[in-house]
C-alpha cells in the first residue's frame, strides 16, 4: 500500500466516514471476522447444535408447570391419582437438568471457540505489524499499535467469550419461547407480538446511537493511550524539560473527554434499560388482564394462564441480555474496523516473486537515477547517480535534511526509489529476497536499541547461530569486551528493558559487536557514535577501523573524527552530492567539507 493508505488507516481514528466509506470498512471488517471462524467450522456447528437443544429444553418448563396444575393436580385431588403428578415433576427435573447440562457445555464450547479465535488474530496482529515496512511504522504511532493488541483485543474477546453466547441464547430462548407461547394460547402470543413494534423502534434507535457512540469512545481511548504511552516512554525528555505539568493539564483533557464520551453512551442505556423494562411489564399486565377475563368465563384455564405469564416473562426477560450484546457489540464493531484496518496494510517494501540468487558479495553500490519522497508532494532525492565500490568507506555529511539519513534507508532497502534503481553488485535490491538483503546488509543506528535478554543474546542478534566464543570476539573487535566482563554476570547479565542496566555508549558498542558478527558485505552506521562521549569514541575509533575493514562502509555523522577514517566524503546539500572526494582533497577545496573541517578543529581548541 501507499503512505496515503496508511495515512488513511490511522485517519480511521478520526475520520468522519461517508456511506459508501462505512461500507467498505464494514465490508473489510466482516472478511477479516470470516477468515478468523473458517477454520473452526465444525467447533461452530456443534456449538449450535448444544445451544439450540438447550434453549429448546429451557422453553419447555412453563408448558410442562401448566399440564402439572390443569391436568396432573386435580387428579390428585379427585382420584388420589399420583402417577401424572411425579411424572411432571420427573419431566419438569429431567428438562431443566438436560438444560443446564447442555447450557454449561455451550459456555465451555464458546469459551474454546473465543480463545482460538483471540489467539489467531493476536498473533496476526503481531505478525502483520512485524512484516509492515518502516513506512507505516513511522507515520503510525506506538500508542496505537499497542491500542491495537490490547484494549481493541480485549473488547474484540469480551464480545465472542460473553455477549455473543448471551445473545444467541437469548434469542433461540425468545424464538423458542414465543413458539411454546402461541401453541400453548396464541391470544397471549398476540400480546408479545403487538409489543414487537415498539420494541423494535427502541432497540433500532438504541443501534445507531450506540454506533456513533462507541466510535467515539475508541477514538478517544486511543488518544489516552496514546498520550499515555508517549509521555512514559519520553519521560526522561519530559522530566529534562519540565513538561510534567503541560503533560497534566493534556491528559486531564483527553481523559474528560473519554469520560465525557462514555457517559453519552451509558446516557444511552439509561433510556433502553427502562424502556424494555416497561414494554415487558406492559406485556405482562396485558396478558395477565386478558388471561383473567377468559378464566372467569371458563374459556382458559388457571395453569395456562400461569404458563402464558412465565413465557411473557421469560421472552422479555433475555432482551437485557440483549442490551448488554448491544453495548459490546458496538465496541467490538469499532474496535474489528482499527483492527482489520491494520491488517488491511501491505508492505511497501515487499520480497519480489523470484528473487535474484546475489551469491558472494563484493558490496559495489550503484544508484541509477534515483529519486525519492516520502510522499507525492516532497521530493528528497533528486536524480541521484552515485557509484560506491566494494570495499570503500564512506562517509555523508551534511546539513540536517539534506538527505543523508534517506540515502541509507534506501541502501537498507527500508524504503524503495520513487523512480531509478539501486544496484547492489548489478543487481537491483528489489530482485533480492530479505534473506540475502540482510545477510548483504547491516544498518547500525543511533538509537542502539537492546531487547530484554542477556547481553550475549543481544549480540547474537546478529548470528543467531553464533557460539559463545565467536560472541565474545565480536566483543573484544570492537571494544566492548572490557566493560561486560565487568558486568554482573558478564555475557549472562541481563540488559533488561530497553537496555537499562548499561549506558548510551555501552549499549552503542553492544550494537557494534553485534553489526561484526553479522558480518555483512555494506554496513552502515547512521550517527551510530552520536551517543558516545569524546573519551570513548576514540576508544572505538580503532574497533570501528576493524569493523570497517574490508567491507563497504556508509558512514553518516556530524563528528569530524568519525569522518576522518573514511576513503570518501559525500557532502549534500537539498537532497544532491555537492562535494565528493577523499577528506584531504575536500579539505584542499576551500568548499563546504572544508568549512565544516575549520569549524571543527576551531571547537576543539
Not at 579 to 595: A, N, V, W
Amino acid at each position: 500500500m501507499s503512505g496515503e493508505s496508511v495515512r488513511g488507516t490511522q485517519g480511521e481514528d478520526r475520520h468522519t466516514y461517508s456511506r459508501e466509506e462505512s461500507r467498505a470498512i464494514r465490508r473489510r471488517s466482516l472478511r477479516l471476522l470470516g477468515s478468523l471462524l473458517r477454520p473452526f467450522r465444525k467447533l461452530i456447528a456443534l456449538t449450535a447444535v448444544v445451544v439450540v437443544v438447550s434453549s429448546a429444553l429451557s422453553a419447555i418448563g412453563p408448558s410442562l408447570i401448566a399440564y402439572g396444575i390443569d391436568t396432573a393436580l386435580p387428579r390428585v385431588i379427585s382420584e388420589g391419582d399420583w402417577v401424572p403428578a411425579v411424572g411432571i415433576t420427573i419431566a419438569y427435573l429431567a428438562v431443566g437438568g438436560g438444560g443446564a447440562a447442555l447450557l454449561g457445555w455451550y459456555v465451555v464450547l464458546i469459551a474454546k471457540l473465543t480463545q482460538s479465535v483471540m489467539l489467531e488474530l493476536r498473533t496476526r496482529i503481531f505478525r502483520h505489524t512485524q512484516r509492515l515496512s518502516l513506512e507505516f511504522h513511522e507515520g503510525y504511532t506506538s500508542g496505537r499499535i499497542i491500542s491495537r493488541q490490547t484494549s481493541d483485543l480485549e473488547s474484540i474477546q469480551e464480545l465472542l467469550g460473553g455477549s455473543l453466547s448471551e445473545l444467541i441464547n437469548a434469542v433461540l430462548l425468545g424464538v423458542f419461547t414465543l413458539a411454546a407461547l402461541c401453541l400453548l394460547d396464541w391470544r397471549s402470543g398476540l400480546v408479545v407480538v403487538s409489543m414487537g413494534v415498539p420494541l423494535a423502534l427502541l432497540l433500532w434507535w438504541f443501534i445507531v446511537q450506540s454506533q456513533k457512540g462507541y466510535r467515539a469512545t475508541r477514538v478517544v481511548s486511543a488518544r489516552l493511550i496514546v498520550q499515555f504511552v508517549e509521555t512514559m516512554t519520553g519521560i526522561r525528555a519530559v522530566q529534562a524539560f519540565r513538561r510534567e505539568k503541560r503533560n497534566d493539564r493534556e491528559f486531564a483533557k483527553v481523559s474528560e473527554d473519554y469520560r465525557v464520551a462514555n457517559l453519552r453512551v451509558i446516557n444511552l442505556f439509561g433510556v433502553l434499560d427502562p424502556g424494555l423494562i416497561l414494554l415487558g411489564n406492559i406485556s405482562i399486565a396485558l396478558a395477565l388482564a386478558w388471561g383473567a377475563l377468559r378464566v372467569l368465563d371458563g374459556s382458559l384455564a388457571i395453569g395456562v394462564l400461569l404458563a402464558a405469564l412465565l413465557y411473557v416473562r421469560n421472552f422479555f426477560g433475555p432482551l437485557e441480555d440483549v442490551a448488554m450484546f448491544l453495548n459490546s457489540y458496538q465496541a467490538a464493531v469499532a474496535a474489528l474496523e482499527k483492527v482489520s484496518g491494520v491488517l488491511e496494510e501491505e508492505p511497501t517494501v515487499e520480497d519480489p516473486a523470484h528473487p535474484v540468487e546475489l551469491g558472494s558479495v563484493n558490496g559495489t553500490l550503484k544508484f541509477d537515477n534515483v529519486s525519492f519522497g516520502y510522499d507525492e508532494h516532497t521530493t528528497v532525492l533528486n536524480d541521484c547517480n552515485l557509484k560506491i565500490l566494494g570495499g570503500q568507506t564512506v562517509a555523508l555529511v551534511g546539513t540536517t535534511g539534506a538527505g543523508k539519513s534517506t540515502l541509507a534507508k534506501l541502501i537498507a532497502r527500508f524504503y524503495d526509489p520513487s523512480s531509478g534503481r539501486l544496484l547492489l553488485d548489478g543487481v537491483d535490491l528489489r530482485d533480492l529476497s530479505s534473506t540475502d538483503l540482510h545477510r548483504a546488509i547491516v544498518m547500525v543506528t543511533q538509537e542502539a536499541y537492546l531487547f530484554s535478554g542477556t547481553v550475549a543474546e543481544n549480540i547474537a542478534l546478529g548470528n543467531p547461530d553464533a557460539t559463545a566464543e565467536e560472541i565474545q570476539a565480536a566483543a573484544r573487535a570492537v571494544g566492548a569486551d572490557e566493560f561486560i566482563m565487568e558486568l554482573p554476570d558478564g555475557y549472562d547479565t541481563d540488559v533488561n528493558k530497553r537496555g537499562g542496566r548499561v549506558s548510551a555508549g555501552q549499549r552503542q558498542l553492544i550494537s557494534f559487536a553485534r553489526a561484526f558478527l553479522a558480518n555483512p558485505a555494506v554496513l552502515i552506521l547512521d550517527e551510530a557514535t552520536a551517543s558516545l562521549d569524546l573519551p570513548s569514541e576514540r576508544l572505538v575509533q580503532d574497533a570501528l577501523q576493524r569493523l570497517l575493514a574490508d567491507r563497504t562502509a556508509i558512514i553518516i555523522a556530524h563528528r569530524l573524527s568519525t569522518v576522518a577514517i573514511a576513503d570518501r566524503v559525500l557532502v549534500m546539500e537539498s537532497g544532491r552530492v555537492v562535494e565528493d572526494g577523499s577528506p584531504q582533497q575536500l579539505i584542499s577545496q576551500g568548499g563546504r567539507f572544508s568549512h565544516l573541517y575549520r569549524a571543527w578543529k576551531e571547537s576543539l581548541s
